[in-house]
């Protein structure tokens, strides 16, 4: 079982990698985790926004834990986002999740209709009551439209305590607020890209959850911060802070072109499963650019 106070670092969060016909590439989201794990990554987690899970059947989102359950090291935690639009869809996903091998998982909202937050709160203690996992919940509103306040979570890890975990994704001046709020009842890791990435760590933010085109460097930005210090971390988000905002405009802009920009370091090919934001000859030039400064992997 998972120990929440000792869960810290950087977490990737994997691309849905395509193949030419939009199925899921197998060899491609294979090499994705690989590449993560040599980049010494603290955690790896699947079908969240940037796995598009919204794009995924059921079935797929099956395949992917299953295919992460067999590729990840088993000395890092492994997490899934549970997508679903009802209390029994998020438990039997939960179920498979368990199957194959999650430590822990984050629940997303459902993404129907609009309710007030006593009706997500209950929706996420019964979901919660179907696991013995430590479970995070996605507040994430300018993503999602949909989140819960500081109280309000209070409440829901005092009928559900293995909620015991918030993925974030907002400006550091909130989590920090967040943190001192909830008094560590919960383990707070951000998202956003890495935006404000040392100061979110300053803060006492446990960690970051991102996606995986800039991974190496935010592990060794997570380093630095640990053992050598705040200037050499600062020094290493200024250099990749132009990437961060390039791809952190928008979830759909995050899936063109940060897949785009882990696609061409990782010397693989990408495909888009429409609908999709399409990239511009702008984009592409970008895209390249950045690789030239950054490296492959």
Not at 11 to 24: K, S, V, W
Not at 218 to 247: C, M, W
Request: aromatic share 8%; hydrophobic share 45%; glycine share 8%.
């Amino acid at each position: 079982m998972l120990n929440v106070d000792k869960l810290h670092g950087i977490h990737a969060i994997l691309y849905a990698l395509f193949d030419g016909n939009e199925a899921l590439d197998r060899k491609a989201m294979r090499r994705q985790t690989e590449i993560c794990i040599a980049a010494g990554v603290h955690g790896l987690a699947a079908l969240g926004l940037a796995t598009e899970v919204s794009k995924l059947s059921e079935a797929e989102r099956f395949t992917v834990m299953d295919w992460l359950g067999e590729d990840r090291s088993q000395a890092i935690p492994l997490c899934f986002t549970i997508y679903g639009s009802s209390v029994a869809e998020q438990a039997r996903q939960i179920r498979h999740a368990e199957k194959a091998g999650a430590d822990w998982v984050i629940l997303q909202p459902p993404m129907v209709g609009a309710y007030g937050a006593r009706e997500y709160i209950d929706f996420f203690i019964r979901v919660a009551n179907a696991t013995s996992l430590p479970v995070g919940i996605q507040n994430a509103p300018a993503f999602l439209g949909r989140s819960l306040t500081i109280a309000d979570m209070i409440e829901l890890n005092r009928h559900a305590p293995n909620v015991s975990i918030i993925k974030g994704e907002g400006p550091v001046v909130d989590i920090a607020n967040l943190i001192a709020a909830t008094e560590n009842k919960f383990a707070v890791l951000n998202g956003r890209a890495g935006l404000e990435f040392t100061d979110n760590l300053r803060a006492g933010c446990r960690g970051l959850i991102l996606a995986p085109d800039l991974i190496d460097y935010a592990v060794k930005l997570y380093n630095a911060h640990q053992f050598s210090g705040d200037d050499v971390a600062d020094e290493l988000y200024r250099k990749i802070l132009p990437a961060i905002v390039f791809t952190m405009q928008g979830v759909e802009n995050l899936i063109c072109y940060g897949k785009r920009l882990f696609a061409a370091r990782a010397g693989l090919p990408v495909f888009d499963r429409a609908p999709a934001m399409r990239p511009t000859a702008t984009g592409d030039a970008m895209v390249k650019n950045f690789v030239r400064d950054l490296g492959t992997f």
